[in-house]
């Protein structure tokens, strides 16, 4: 049985696949594998764009999501082995599973990093449960580790304007946030954008580094299609010649949640008069939602190279390419 | 682009063209253009009815509709512009409209008056402000200033029983309350009904006379069809002669927050006594929920002439031809 | 028009019927009566299982299900005749269910037990009233006295292994928990199993007995089809010879609420060993959900005698027969 909860479950051949059936179905194919089918979405943590997206993703191929939020209408569950069941949680996450996994054909799960530490989170212990108790394909709509979809997107972004990205200048520049932002989403795009050759800099604040074990992974994935990653911690670095300028706060290396982060390196904000210096063919990507003024200025969004709504439109076509491949349609 | 916001968007050959696709779509015909289609349903306010009626509408024809619900999972939104993004609001209206209008190929939109003052709500500011930044077709549930599609389902169920209403006779008729509602009801079946040429005869206390301005554009409306619209302040006018009483609480002229309203003018209630003054051919409206024995004795919504389920269905019909005229199959 | 709220609505013959239905459906079948129509859910009570079972249920077959939560974007219902609405209720039922009786084919309600006595709860006055009131077909997912589509469910899980089910030994065993449940379970269980002639034990603890009406009414249907059913307060009784043992917890007898029943009667939980001494083709059941380690072992729910998620299975086939016997497509 398929799963994807992170970017070794495709590899990368098996992202590059997945992005040219993406772009097929961009381009007004439907994907068969999804008629009739029923998704549903498992939602531990909020959303707006994975939500409507999944949905769309199924809807538009004739097939059915169903939406599942914690709080809304569903138990909290209980996910501890061994536990006497005597307090709050009235359902053990297996009996769920085991439930749900009876009724859809894939079960699509958003779980949050929990910021106590890069290694946990890294180890993603419950997303890893879930994938292990179901009885169905388990797609991830973001965990603690990884966001696989989203750095999809990002990547299908970035080939519609360079189908050969390999040594393409990528930065992936933080920015300032007023809380500490799970790693998910940069860890994904690093290892994506990696996978097919680019030469990635990755640009943050000293104490902000993502975990080196992610970067070395990462590396390793470049090297073997001819890109590169490299660190930086200069504000300024890349902004004279990245053709991608990734946008993304996330939380101190280490333990997140333990050092405050509101107003801290407020200089690392992305103004207009450091895109000007940018290539005239260079992509603004943020996978959104964004702070105004407090990651970028308000002004920059206007700008022509911004294709954060492409990004949000490609989320589409890289579910269904990956529900498709779930559902075993294509090799 | 077509909108449908406000009455204005239809104008009165519009508004019956619409109704006419309403009726055919009552009689058993399927609106072809919603076949396959997205309808995103935004509420940053609530509904029982209005979603219903949506959904059923998409899905009888063969459409989808996503429903997201303000608080119900997804982020409150900020929608003010130049404004530095540190507080709460971890999305911005303009990035949310651009995302939706990527999923959808329709945007539902429920907002709801501030009753700060009736012309801050005429003018409808939040609500156009999604009409102008949203890359899709945007469609009211109801904002501040009106109700559309009540509007339009209204006039459907009285030209059921006239289908030529020029010069007919009709009350619309305040009634108490405990808090101060929007007049976003009572302005769309004003227009609406003007526009097909009634004879109408707006009945309020003094202090709650809809806005000047709205009433002086209904009357317009009227004229240019042979019909009228007057005012007054009796309790009792009405109630010998008039084919349509339609009843329905708002607030206060002006200010309607600044004045209290729970037991004002209780004698305003209509009772059965009243109702049996009434022709026997006479239909009593009211666009739901209610509150019985405040606003009308229950006894009364036994009566015959009581139609305010034919209101609530024929919701369904004039929505799923409003949307078929957003998606342009219809001239 | 037909509605399924209890047993009765069924009988025993109607039963057997559906479930035949349901079993053509786990086999492939899809219910014809079910495309294109609307079944709207309505939860005034929180729910995993049963909501997605008839999602599922509906979608597999072409259909749609619209889904209302109290609390959850609709307004909370007044219920009471003759009340002047002035307080925090909005609408009152009659007019939410002359409403929706005009947007769907079906309406699906959950109401749950007030637990204030047996005979108010099998009274079922709320669901009485929503079933007298409604213009469309009414379903119950669950009331104050049954929950018939569980009970079917339970039913066809045991024809599965035994398809002459009569006087097969069957324990319906009573276990701890931390708070007086509802007993519409345990009721639909009871006279489901004994309408096809189950030799039944229910077994329970002093003050915990089932309904004596009730328990009246399943012998009724018991010995017309050559089963029995008797009652036992020994924990250890049936545990050597029952082919079925269903597992349920459920609140004091009389006024459930009035006592506490945490930690009482802790040694009736079953344990591995109980389940060791039953022959090795018992089937164990439960509805869901369940609190381990205070109902049951941890351990004793990977016996291979354990059945829960076929039961959670089949709800979706009863589902869509009871639908199609709504729909009038089944004699």
């Known amino acids: 049985m398929r799963h994807l909860t992170r970017f070794a479950d495709l590899g990368a051949d098996g992202a590059r696949r997945l992005i ?3 772009e097929a179905f961009k381009g007004g194919q439907l994907p068969d594998a999804l008629r009739g089918r029923i998704l549903i979405l498992l939602f531990l943590a909020p959303s707006l764009r ?5 949905q769309v993703a199924m809807a538009r191929a004739g097939g059915s999501a169903i939406v599942l939020e914690a709080g809304g209408g569903i138990w909290p569950l209980e996910t501890r082995e061994g536990i006497v069941m005597d307090q ?3 359902e053990h996450i297996e009996e769920a ?3 749900l996994s009876r009724y859809g054909d894939a079960l699509a799960v958003r779980v949050f990093a929990e910021l106590e530490s890069d290694e946990m989170d890294l180890a993603d212990r419950f997303l890893n449960q879930i994938r292990e ?4 394909p388990v797609i991830s709509m973001e965990s603690a580790a990884e966001h696989p979809c989203q750095g999809l997107a990002d990547a299908m972004t970035i080939l519609e304007h360079h189908p050969d ?3 393409l200048p990528v930065l992936l520049r933080w920015v300032p946030h007023v809380k500490p932002l799970p790693k998910a989403v940069p860890n994904s795009f690093l290892l994506t954008a990696a996978a097919f050759g680019c030469q990635i800099t990755v640009s943050a604040p000293h104490g902000f580094e993502l975990p080196a074990s992610l970067v070395g992974a990462a590396r390793m994935l ?3 299609k001819g890109g590169t990653v490299t660190e930086s911690a200069d504000p300024d670095c890349g902004s004279d010649g990245s053709k991608v300028l990734y946008l993304k706060s996330w939380g101190p290396a280490g333990h997140p949640r333990a050092t405050p982060v509101a107003g801290c390196h407020a200089h690392w904000r992305i103004g207009s008069d450091w895109l000007g210096q940018m290539p005239e063919d260079a992509l603004l990507l943020h996978c959104l939602p964004l702070r105004r003024n407090v990651e970028i200025e308000e002004s920059a969004l206007q700008n022509a190279r911004c294709r954060i709504f492409d990004q949000a439109e490609n989320r589409i076509y890289v579910q269904q390419a990956a529900l498709e491949w779930l559902f075993g349609a294509q090799a």
């Open 20 to 22: 040219e059936r993406a």
């Open 50 to 54: 994975t939500r409507v997206s999944f």
């Open 88 to 90: 709050d949680r009235v």
């Open 97 to 99: 599973l085991g439930t």
């Open 133 to 136: 108790k179901s009885g169905i």
């Open 165 to 167: 990205p390999r040594a």
């Open 222 to 224: 470049a090297v073997a």
